[in-house]
């Protein structure tokens, strides 16, 4: 069975453009969450959607979007950058939400100069 | 507000030793907790996790339990590998209000030496 799977692996940006970062769940999974690693910080929840909506979003300014599509893959967008958004930003995707097993992708390394 | 503690930061052991990670929430209403182990340049892989009906499970090496009453839940790497070295995770949620998000405590490095 594939596991979660992101692209790219890595992307570079210069400050005030946007990124855009794709994650595809594990087969039969319907919700996709996004959390931002980084350096020194931990995993900080970003978003989680299920079934094509947004359920809950974590404590980001609203620069930080996303969709979920019908095959219930997912995209991060980020707009304006600014060079703290550089981290390891990971997907994670589920059966249901709320309380099951959360399983992670390799995550997209985002660097803003 | 919503916070995991873990500790410690770093540990070393020599291989063969065990090793223990414990880490303390604030929400009394979380009752899912999973550990996570990541190698460098890898995602956060799912080692094992307990729900808050049960005290203590075990997966060969490794074993967690959960105090609900002091709001403390560990981990326990036994005849540790130096495959084992990497950081590891603790987090919690909640079902009810659902919120979908996994709360994280800050990573323990564990280096197991040969």
């Known amino acids: 069975e594939a596991g979660v799977t992101q692209s790219p692996t890595h992307l570079i940006k210069t400050r005030g453009q946007q990124a855009t970062l794709r994650c595809s769940p594990i087969s039969g999974h319907t919700s996709v969450y996004w959390y931002q690693q980084a350096l020194g910080l931990g995993l900080q929840f970003l978003l989680w959607?299920?079934?094509?909506?947004?359920?809950n979003r974590g404590n980001f300014p609203p620069r930080f979007s996303g969709r979920q599509f019908p095959n219930y893959s997912s995209e991060l967008n980020v707009n304006a950058l600014e060079l703290e958004d550089s981290a390891l930003y990971l997907c994670?995707?589920?059966?249901?939400?709320?309380?099951?097993?959360?399983?992670f992708g390799p995550g997209t390394r985002l660097l803003v100069l | 507000g919503e916070n995991v503690e873990q500790h410690p930061s770093t540990l070393s052991v020599q291989e063969g030793d065990s090793a223990v990670i414990k880490c303390t929430y604030s929400?009394?209403?979380?009752?899912?907790f999973p550990w996570y182990k990541q190698e460098l340049g890898k995602g956060p892989q799912l080692i094992i996790d307990?729900?808050?009906?049960?005290g203590e499970k075990k997966d060969q090496r490794i074993a967690v339990t959960l105090n609900k009453t002091a709001k403390h839940f560990s981990l326990h790497i036994t005849e540790t590998q130096p495959e084992d070295s990497a950081v590891y995770f603790c987090?919690?949620?909640?079902?009810?209000?659902?919120?979908?998000?996994?709360?994280f405590g800050q990573g323990t490095t564990l280096q197991v030496k040969p």
């Open positions: 959607y299920d079934e094509g909506e947004e359920r």
């Open positions: 994670a995707s589920s059966l249901l939400g709320t309380g099951e097993t959360q399983y």
């Open positions: 929400d009394s209403a979380s009752n899912y």
């Open positions: 987090a919690a949620s909640r079902s009810s209000g659902n919120t979908g998000k996994l709360i």
């Open positions: 307990i729900r808050s009906n049960v």
